[in-house]
Structure formats: C-alpha cells, structure tokens
C-alpha cells in the first residue's frame, strides 16, 4: 500500500525554522521524484520544491534562499529545511511522489507562521 506520511508541521514565529519530513512506503522511493506543495484555503496548490532522483534540487522563487529539500533513499523519507519563515508561508504542505504519470500525495501537515 502506498504512503506519504508528512509531519514536522506546526506553529511558529515569522523569522524562525521548521524541518518537515515525509515517510514514504509501498513503491520504489529511489526512482520517483519527490515534491512539496502548499495550499491555503481558497488558492490553489502551489509548488515548492523538487528533488529528483539524482538529487538536484529546484525551488519556487517564493522559497528560493530559505527552504532546502533533501532526500535520503536510505530511509525512503524527504525532507524540507524551511528557514527565516514568513507569515505568507503559513499553509498544508503536502508531499508527493511522481513518475511517469504516476502521482501519489500525501495528506499534508499544516505550517502556521505567526507575525
């Protein structure tokens, strides 16, 4: 059975750090693509960052300088290193895994950036 288990979420003040990680199980972790994804109440999901399965990473310009996004295929687990936070990074986050149409997500954990 496939899974996406986020955590790490939760409150914190405009300038300070959270780490989320993501747990995955049931598919080949190494050969997909790894995702995180925001959304706020009424907006769409937005991208955040990607790392692909050689490691190189790339970043939404919003979070780009502040958020890093690691993989460790050892733990099947990703990571996401979010730093100076801002209020307008308050949002779920979600995790996701793709690969050739293949797509599976997470079911979020919730980051609140209090100003």
Known sequence: QVQLVES??????AGGSLRLSCAAAGFTFSRYYM???RQTPGEE??????????GLTSYADSVKGRFTMSRDNAKNT?????NSLKAED???YY??????GINY???????TVSS
């Not at 790490?8 to 003040?13: P, S, Y």
């Not at 999901?45 to 050689?54: G, L, S, Y």
């Not at 995790?95 to 050739?100: D, E, G, I």
């Not at 997500?105 to 980051?111: A, D, I, K, P």
Request: glycine letters at 16%.
């Open 8 to 13: 790490g979420g939760g409150l914190v003040q």
């Open 35 to 37: 995702g995180w994804y």
């Open 45 to 54: 999901r937005e991208w955040v960052a990607t790392v692909a399965i050689d």
């Open 78 to 82: 990703v990571y996401l290193q979010m």
């Open 90 to 92: 308050t949002a779920v």
């Open 95 to 100: 995790c996701s895994a793709w690969l050739r």
């Open 105 to 111: 997500w997470g079911r979020g954990t919730q980051v």
